[in-house]
């Protein structure tokens, strides 16, 4: 098992494009978290799966992200018309356990 | 609703001293608690966790944290810094009821070790 892995490592786009982000978790993990990180800063809360149900979602979250993790396995992110306040380290979390997880490496967006 | 707070955005010890990173936490449920590490370039990684079981928490490479309830406070601490231990250390909370269990961060703390 290789752990979290993410994907794009990095994401490039323009302002006004969507953009998706995918997480493969840890095989056995029911649990699953997306985290916004910024400089100097904690990761932020976006959105939480328990195998296919999207639990909880962040109040700061706009309409222009969804996530979906169908099957309970795999969970992609989406932002649509991106702006440049959404650049930032996108995270990805599994966990068998609550708050023990195990993050991926990351997928770092920058909007031009 | 949960939160915690890391005291101090940045500390610096020298190599052989005390480290101690300083958290408080609000939770109205008891909580689960954490130490996230994050080495540079590198993505976050457990330390250590609380999960009621014994309030004094060891963790990887010698680390080690005591949950005071009274005090809402779930300090780290090292015994002598290494000087690979410096990095950012996040603190954070989680319910303990499993349907409910998104994990929330403090701010984090960077740790310097000087020579």
């Known amino acids: 098992d290789t752990g979290v892995s993410q994907d794009p490592r990095h994401k490039i786009t323009k302002r006004g494009q969507n953009v998706t982000f995918r997480c493969d978790p840890i095989s056995e993990h029911n649990r699953l978290y997306w985290y916004r990180q910024t400089l100097g800063q904690g990761p932020e809360f976006l959105t939480y799966f328990q195998n296919e149900a999207q639990l909880e979602k962040s109040r700061l979250l706009s309409d222009r992200f969804s996530a979906e993790r169908p099957k309970g396995s795999f969970s992609t992110l989406e932002i649509q018309r991106t702006e440049q306040g959404d650049s930032a380290m996108y995270l990805c979390?599994?966990?068998?356990?609550?708050?023990?997880?195990?993050f991926g490496q990351g997928t770092r967006l920058t909007v031009v | 609703a949960q939160s915690v707070t890391q005291l101090g955005s940045h500390v610096s010890v020298s190599e052989g001293a005390l480290v101690l990173l300083r958290c408080n936490y609000s939770?109205?449920?008891?909580?689960?608690l954490f130490w996230y590490v994050q080495y540079p370039n590198q993505g976050l990684q457990l330390l250590l966790k609380?999960?009621?079981?014994?309030?004094l928490v060891k963790g990887i490479n010698g680390f080690e944290a005591e949950f005071k309830k009274s005090e809402t406070s779930f300090h780290l601490t090292k015994p002598s810094a290494h000087m690979s231990d410096a990095a950012e250390y996040f603190c954070a909370v989680s319910d303990q009821d499993s349907s409910a269990s998104k994990i929330i961060f403090g701010s984090g703390t960077r740790l310097s070790i000087r020579p």
């Open positions: 979390a599994s966990s068998l356990v609550p708050g023990a997880a195990f």
């Open positions: 609380y999960t009621s079981a014994a309030t």
């Open positions: 939770s109205s449920v008891p909580p689960y």
